[in-house]
């Protein structure tokens, strides 16, 4: 055995539990408006404490720790905190990355270890619906900004003559639309096309409802409760997955479905993560995201719906296009891609 190996192997151990132990410290952060509350400039804890309203012996702690991790900054002259530039961007505003977002699915799905645990040994699924709000409220919230970023601006232009369709008015799918951000986006980019959210769990549609409520949607955008595999309607010049077909129990069903809805020279745009057919090419920090997401959240959920699929979180293009084919789409191209995420084009 040689020990550099093993010193090597456990520093990046503690590495990974330092990281795990302060996902906690971050969700603090992001439910007090710690981050917020930094971002208006270098306090001493006592200082943030004032500004606050918050215990300056915990508040102590988490500067320190947030320091130390280098999600804070440290000017040791002064003894103050402090949030540069980049690092209030991460955390601190909703329309950025919305990194501490990302940590609030993490202890969500977490909470779900012992069911998850034994899960392995049954085989049984977990559904999305079983899971603590944090999960798909957290989702939501740190999906949001990369959807805000790139689905107008860069995704919708990809695609052939959808653009055009939705400016003079087009009938839109959003389905597996969740608490309903993909879906609001696209109504408010395209006055003219009306727009209808469907998602078979009923508490992120009711949130939907009433996010759209609050931001004066009125009948430009609706929300029903309803599986990819049974949603209503037909003649859509566009329909929308974003990051769920993985998740589903039968893909082939739900992409059926999808053809069955779309008008004849209507657009399926499906977006998914971002994978490698080579599982060796995943072995990534965000391919490692994405499996342990994966066990926790996307084969739990496959599992537990009808059809008993499991595609997982780093799928594949593949696999992607084998669920396409086999619902009897012919056309099938990259449109786009980002760090986290693949584009596709969908047609009959």
């Known amino acids: 055995m040689d020990q550099g190996k093993v010193n090597a192997f456990l520093e990046r151990s503690v590495a990974d539990l330092a990281a795990t132990d302060a996902a906690g410290s971050v969700v603090v952060g992001h ?3 710690l981050y917020r509350a930094l971002a208006r400039g270098p306090v001493t804890p006592a200082e943030f404490a004032g500004r606050t309203g918050c215990h300056v012996r ?4 988490w500067l320190r720790g947030q320091a130390a991790g280098g999600y804070v900054g440290f000017d040791a002259s002064s003894g103050r905190f402090f949030l540069s530039e980049e690092q209030a961007f991460c955390l601190a505003d909703p329309e950025g990355p919305n990194v501490p977002a990302a940590f609030l699915v993490a202890l969500g799905m977490l909470r779900a270890e012992p069911r998850i645990t034994e899960a392995f040994r049954t085989g049984a699924g977990v559904g999305w619906h079983e899971h603590e ?3 798909f409220v957290g989702c939501d919230a740190f999906f949001r900004p990369g959807y805000a970023a790139s689905l107008v601006p860069e995704w919708i232009p990809a695609l052939e003559g959808v653009e055009a369709k939705l400016v003079a008015g087009a009938r839109v799918a959003d ?6 951000s993909s879906s609001m986006l696209l109504a ?3 006055p003219r096309s009306s727009v209808v959210g469907f998602d078979y769990h009923e508490q992120s549609i009711a949130l939907a409802r009433e996010r759209a ?3 004066g949607l009125g009948g430009r955008v609706v929300f029903e409760v309803a599986s990819a595999q049974s949603f209503a309607g037909e ?5 929308t997955m974003f990051d769920c077909l993985h998740d589903m129990g039968d893909p082939v069903g739900a992409a059926r479905r999808v053809w069955e809805a779309l008008a004849p020279d209507g657009t399926w745009l499906l977006v998914e993560p971002l994978a490698s057919d080579r599982v060796e090419e995943n072995f990534t920090p965000v391919g490692r995201l994405y499996y342990s997401a994966s066990t926790f959240l996307c084969v739990p959920s496959g599992l537990s719906q ?3 699929c499991a595609l997982g979180a780093q799928a594949g293009e593949a696999a992607i296009r084998g669920v396409l084919a086999d619902a009897g789409f012919t056309r099938f191209r990259r449109a786009a891609e980002t760090a986290f995420n693949v584009v596709f084009e969908v047609r009959r």
């Open 175 to 180: 389905v597996g639309c969740g608490l309903g």
């Open 133 to 135: 709000e944090d999960v």
């Open 213 to 215: 409520a609050e931001r």
């Open 188 to 190: 408010e980019a395209f």
């Open 31 to 33: 439910r007090l408006g």
């Open 235 to 239: 003649g859509f010049d566009l329909v």
């Open 306 to 308: 009808p059809g008993g």
């Open 58 to 61: 915990y508040l102590t702690e």
